[in-house]
C-alpha cells in the first residue's frame, strides 16, 4: 500500500531520525511488579526524535515510566541504563526528575556482561540501598530482558544468597518470560 506508514520499520524513518530497535515495539513496557520491592525492570524509553515511528498506542518514553511508578507509589531514585549507546533519550530527562542516572555500557547480542560490569552493578546498587532504603531502583538494557534480567539476578545471588534457579525465577515472575 503506498502511503502508509510502516512503523518499526528501517524504510519509516527519515535521515533525522533514528531506527527504532529491532523488536522493540512488540515488548512490552516494564515488569508487572517491583522484582523484590526493589528493582523495577524495563525496555529503554525512547524520546520524542522516534515518534513518527511508534504509533501513540505503542509509546514510551522517561516521563511515562516515571508517572506509571508514581501511580504505583514507587519512587524510583537510581536509573541504571545498560545499554551501549546514548540515542534513546537525553539522560537530563532522567536528573531532572531527582533520579541519579548511570551508565553501565554492556554489550548485548547474546554477549553476557562481563565480571567487572556484574560487580560494577552490584556495588552501585548496594550503597544506593543503603542510602536509600525507600527508593527504588530502574534498570534497562534495549528490551529489559537478557542485560537487565542477567543484572538483576547477580545483585540477588550476591547480596541475598539466592541460587540461581530462584533468581531468575523471581525476575521471570516480574517481567515474563524473563531472560531467554
Same mark, same amino acid.
Given at each position: 500500500?503506498?502511503?502508509?506508514?510502516?512503523?518499526?520499520?528501517?524504510?519509516?524513518?527519515?535521515?533525522?531520525?533514528?531506527?527504532?530497535?529491532?523488536r522493540?515495539?512488540?515488548?512490552?513496557?516494564?515488569?508487572?511488579?517491583?522484582?523484590?520491592?526493589?528493582?523495577?525492570?524495563?525496555k529503554?524509553?525512547?524520546? $520524542?526524535?522516534?515518534?513518527?515511528?511508534?504509533?501513540?498506542?505503542?509509546?514510551?518514553?522517561?516521563?511515562?515510566?516515571?508517572? $506509571?511508578?508514581?501511580?504505583?507509589k514507587?519512587?524510583?531514585?537510581?536509573?541504571i541504563?545498560?545499554?551501549?549507546?546514548?540515542?534513546?533519550?537525553?539522560?537530563?530527562?532522567?536528573?531532572?526528575?531527582?533520579?541519579?542516572?548511570?551508565k553501565?555500557?554492556?554489550?548485548?547480542?547474546?554477549?553476557?556482561?562481563?565480571?567487572?560490569q556484574?560487580?560494577?552493578?552490584?556495588?552501585?546498587?548496594?550503597?544506593?540501598?543503603?542510602?536509600?532504603p525507600?527508593?527504588?531502583?530502574?534498570v534497562?538494557?534495549?528490551?529489559?530482558?537478557?542485560?537487565?534480567?542477567?543484572?538483576?539476578?547477580?545483585?540477588?545471588?550476591?547480596?541475598?544468597?539466592?541460587?540461581v534457579?530462584?533468581?531468575l525465577?523471581?525476575?521471570?515472575?516480574a517481567?515474563?518470560?524473563g531472560?531467554?
Open positions: 500500500m503506498s502511503g502508509s506508514k510502516r512503523y518499526g520499520s528501517s524504510s519509516s524513518y527519515s535521515s533525522h531520525s533514528p531506527p527504532v530497535p529491532e522493540w515495539l512488540k515488548c512490552p513496557r516494564k515488569s508487572y511488579t517491583t522484582i523484590t520491592e526493589k528493582f523495577v525492570a524495563f529503554t524509553p525512547l524520546d $520524542s526524535k522516534y515518534d513518527d515511528q511508534i504509533p501513540i498506542q505503542n509509546r514510551f518514553n522517561t516521563e511515562m515510566l516515571f508517572s $506509571s511508578m508514581s501511580n504505583m514507587v519512587t524510583i531514585g537510581l536509573w541504563d545498560l545499554t551501549k549507546t546514548s540515542r534513546f533519550y537525553d539522560k537530563s530527562e532522567i536528573e531532572d526528575a531527582d533520579c541519579t542516572y548511570v553501565i555500557p554492556c554489550a548485548g547480542h547474546e554477549q553476557p556482561p562481563t565480571r567487572e556484574a560487580q560494577l552493578f552490584v556495588d552501585i546498587c548496594s550503597k544506593f540501598i543503603a542510602k536509600n525507600l527508593q527504588s531502583i530502574g534497562h538494557c534495549t528490551h529489559g530482558f537478557n542485560r537487565t534480567g542477567f543484572m538483576i539476578a547477580t545483585y540477588l545471588i550476591e547480596t541475598f544468597d539466592f541460587d534457579t530462584n533468581a525465577a523471581q525476575f521471570a515472575a517481567r515474563p518470560p531472560i531467554y
